[in-house]
C-alpha cells in the first residue's frame, strides 16, 4: 500500500490526516484533471511567513469549472496548533472575515487535529466565482493569527469540497507554494557532556540559532573559541568537524567558557571522573519522524538538528513503517544510509530504525544494530497480514536481535503481546505526556483504549525507561509544545543513558541493559543504584537492600520518591533545598516480599514542574 492510500484510508490509527505535504494528495493526471473541474482553485497570499510571527492570511478560493449547487459545503482546515480561528472579538487572535453575501454561511469550528472554516453555500454558485477568507484579519485590531514556531517549507490547506451537499468530497490542495521560514541567527547555546573522565575527549558543540532555536535564516559559522583555565587542555580542531576538543587533567565539576562572537557562553557542569569510571552519561532523543513519513525536513536535517542544534549525543530517527515505500525518495535504504552518513564514533550515535504504528496494539520502535542487519531485515507496515500483531512482528526481526520500544502506550497499547528478549524499554515520556500510571498529572490526553507503564510492570515485565520527543517537526529535544499535527501539553522528552562511551557497540549495550533514565527534557544527572548495582539491574537479595541515589538537576529538586510494586511510594523526600541531592535508604526484608520479585524506581520532580523517571532495579527474594 503506498502512502497516499495508506493515508486516506485512515492509516494505522494516529497518524493524522492534516500533512501539510501536497505529496500525500497525489494523484494520477486524469484525476487531478476531474478534481480541478469540481474543486476549483484556493490560493494563498502571501506565500512567505516568518516564524512565530502573527499573521494575515488571505486564502481566495475560485470556483470550478461545474460550478458549486445551493446546500454543497466548502471546508477548509487551519492546523489547531496555530490560533483557534474566531469571528467574534477582531482584537483577539484568530480574528476570521468572510464577506459571503447572499452565497452561503460561515461556522468556525474546533476540531483535532485541525480546525474548520466551513462555508455552506445558500444558492448555487457559478464558475469562476470568488469566496475570499482572511484569516488573522488585523483591518480591526492586532490579533492576527499566532503561526508555528518552526519552519515549514512545504505548507498546503486541505480545502474539502461537498459539490452539492449529498456528502460526497473531493481533497484539494493550495495551488501555489506556501512556506514559514526561520529567523535570524540570535541565540547560542554550548552543549557539553553531563560527564567525562579525565583525560578523555570532551567535544564542544556551539549552536546558534534564531529566536526559537531554528536553524537560522541565512545559516552562520561563527568561529568559537574555548576560554582556557587550569587544569583544562584545548586541542587542535580534527580536520572535517566543527566541534572543539578539550580534555581535563583532574577529576572533579567543571565548566566551559566558550567565546562566539566576542561575547562569553558558559556551559553546563561537567563532571570529570577517575579514568576508571565504568559508565559516562549520554543524553538522546530516540524517537521522531522526518519527510520520510508525516514529518517536516528531510532525515539528514533531522539528524543534523540533533547533533549541531540540540547538542545530543544520541539521535535516532524513526519514521513511521505505514509511510515508507520503494516509490518515496526517502525510503528505507535512503533512511539506512541517512543514519549510517551521521553516526560518528565517539561524538554522535545514530540507529537505523522504524516504527510499527497500530491503532489497537499500541506503537513501537523498532531499532537496528547497523545497516547490514536493518537492510537484510528490512522494515514491517502493520497492515499487512504478515505483520499486523505483535506476536507477527517479532517473528520477522526476531533474527535481527533488535531493540523494540513502546511508546505512549497510555494513547493505545495493549500488553497482552509482549516480548521480553526483545522489549527491554518503554517510552515512559513524549511530547504526549507521561504513561507512568493512570491519571498521572503529565498525562492530559482523553484516549482509550491504552494501558499504563505501571501496568505492564505489574504483569512482571521487566521494562526499563527512556524518554523521547515523538516530534513531528523536525527538531529532536527541542523543547516546543507545538508538534506538527496537534497543540501538545508537553515538552519533548530526553533519555539518559549510562554507557561505557560513545559507540554504537557500548550504547546498544547500555539499552540492552536498561542503564537508562528519563526526563521531561531537561538534562539532570541522575545515578541510582540498589546494594552498588546500578538501574535496570536485575539482582538477588535474601537480606537487607541499601538503596543509594545522587541526583544533579537543573532547577530546584523539590521532591523524590521510591516507587515499587502498584505504585506504591516507600520513601518520599519533599521541599528539598537544593538543585542537588544524594541519599539513601534501607529496604527491610519482609514476610509480604519473600521468595517474590519486586521493583523499585526513583521519580524525581524539579521545582519548575521538569520530571525523571529512573530505570527500575529489580529484587528477586529469596
Known amino acids: 500500500m503506498n502512502r497516499r492510500k495508506f493515508l486516506t484510508a485512515g492509516g494505522a490509527s494516529l497518524i493524522l490526516p492534516f500533512l501539510g505535504i501536497g505529496r500525500a494528495f497525489a494523484t494520477a493526471e486524469e484525476e487531478k484533471a476531474k478534481m480541478q473541474a469540481l474543486a476549483g482553485n484556493i490560493g494563498l497570499s502571501p506565500a512567505r511567513y516568518l516564524v512565530g510571527e502573527k499573521a494575515t492570511m488571505v486564502f481566495t478560493y475560485s470556483v470550478g469549472d461545474l460550478g458549486l449547487k445551493k446546500n454543497g459545503t466548502i471546508k477548509l482546515l487551519i492546523p489547531i496548533i496555530w490560533s483557534l480561528p474566531q469571528n467574534n472579538d477582531p482584537t483577539r487572535e484568530g480574528y476570521t472575515v468572510c464577506e459571503l453575501g447572499d452565497m452561503g454561511k460561515l461556522v468556525l469550528e474546533e476540531h483535532v487535529p485541525e480546525n474548520t472554516l466551513t462555508i455552506t453555500l445558500t444558492r448555487d454558485l457559478n464558475p469562476g466565482e470568488k469566496i475570499t477568507i482572511v484569516y488573522g484579519d488585523k483591518s480591526r485590531g492586532d490579533g492576527g493569527a499566532r503561526l508555528t514556531d518552526f519552519p ?25 507554494p506556501v512556506m514559514i521560514v526561520a529567523g535570524t541567527a540570535s541565540r547560542t547555546r554550548i552543549f557539553v557532556p553531563a560527564t567525562s573522565r579525565v583525560q578523555e575527549n570532551v567535544w564542544v558543540k556551539t549552536s546558534v540559532g534564531d529566536s526559537y532555536f531554528n536553524f537560522p535564516e541565512p545559516r552562520v559559522n561563527y568561529t568559537t573559541k574555548i576560554k582556557k583555565q587550569p587544569d583544562m587542555d584545548v586541542l587542535p580542531l580534527v580536520k572535517g568537524e566543527e566541534f572543539i576538543p578539550v580534555r581535563f587533567k583532574k577529576p572533579g565539576m567543571a565548566q566551559i567558557i566558550a567565546i562566539v562572537e566576542a561575547n562569553e557562553y558558559p556551559s553546563s557542569k561537567i563532571k570529570v571522573q577517575d579514568k576508571k569510571a565504568p559508565y559516562n552519561l549520554y543524553f538522546g532523543d530516540l524517537h521522531g519522524h522526518s519527510l520520510g513519513s508525516d514529518g517536516l525536513h528531510s532525515p539528514e536535517d533531522y539528524l543534523a538538528y540533533g547533533r549541531e542544534m540540540s ?31 551521521a553516526y560518528r564514533s565517539g561524538q554522535f550515535v545514530t540507529y537505523p530504525a522504524f516504527e510499527w504504528t497500530h491503532g489497537t496494539w499500541g506503537h513501537r520502535c523498532v531499532y537496528y544494530r547497523d545497516a547490514t542487519i536493518a537492510t537484510n531485515t528490512g522494515y514491517f507496515n502493520c497492515s499487512y497480514e504478515n505483520a499486523n500483531t505483535p506476536a507477527k512482528l517479532y517473528e520477522l526481526v526476531r533474527n535481527a536481535k533488535p531493540i523494540i520500544i513502546p511508546h505512549h502506550t497510555m494513547a493505545a497499547y ?22 507512568e500510571y493512570n491519571s498521572n498529572p503529565l498525562w492530559t490526553l482523553k484516549l482509550k483504549g491504552g494501558s499504563s507503564v505501571s501496568q505492564g510492570l505489574n504483569l ?14 523536525g527538531q529532536p529535544a527541542q523543547g516546543l509544545l507545538q508538534s506538527k499535527f496537534i497543540q501538545l501539553d ?23 541493559e536498561r542503564r537508562t ?15 552498588e548495582q546500578p538501574m535496570g539491574s536485575i539482582i538477588q537479595s535474601s537480606g537487607n537492600d541499601q538503596c543509594r541515589w545522587r541526583v544533579r ?46 521493583f523499585y524506581y526513583l521519580r524525581i520532580k524539579q521545582a519548575d514542574n521538569n520530571w525523571a523517571w529512573t530505570s527500575p532495579v529489580w529484587i528477586n527474594k529469596a
Open 152 to 176: 515549514w517549507d512545504d505548507l498546503a490547506f486541505p480545502l474539502i469540497v461537498d459539490y452539492d451537499g449529498t456528502g460526497t468530497r473531493i481533497g484539494k490542495l493550495l495551488t501555489n
Open 311 to 341: 547538542g545530543l549525543d544520541i539521535c535516532i530517527l524513526t519514521d513511521h513503517a505505514e509511510c515508507i515505500y520503494d516509490e518515496n525518495k526517502y525510503n528505507w535504504n535512503y533512511l539506512i544510509k541517512a543514519a549510517e552518513d
Open 414 to 435: 495493549k500488553w497482552e503481546q509482549h516480548d521480553p528478549e526483545l522489549e527491554p524499554l518503554v517510552e515512559i515520556y513524549s511530547m504526549w505526556g507521561s504513561s
Open 460 to 473: 512482571g515485565y521487566q521494562l526499563g525507561f527512556v524518554g523521547a520527543g515523538d516530534n513531528h517537526h
Open 490 to 512: 508537553h515538552a519533548n522528552g530526553i533519555s539518559g543513558i549510562w554507557a561505557e562511551e560513545l559507540t554504537r557497540v557500548a550504547i546498544w549495550k547500555a539499552l540492552k
Open 517 to 531: 533514565f528519563a526526563t521531561t527534557g531537561v538534562r539532570m544527572v541522575v545515578d541510582f543504584r540498589i546494594n
Open 553 to 598: 538537576g537543573t532547577d530546584r529538586i523539590q521532591s523524590l520518591e521510591i516507587v515499587t510494586n502498584d505504585n506504591k511510594n516507600i520513601y518520599e523526600e519533599t521541599d528539598i533545598k537544593s538543585d542537588e541531592i544524594k541519599g539513601n535508604f534501607t529496604i527491610m526484608p519482609t514476610e509480604e516480599n519473600k521468595g517474590k520479585t519486586s
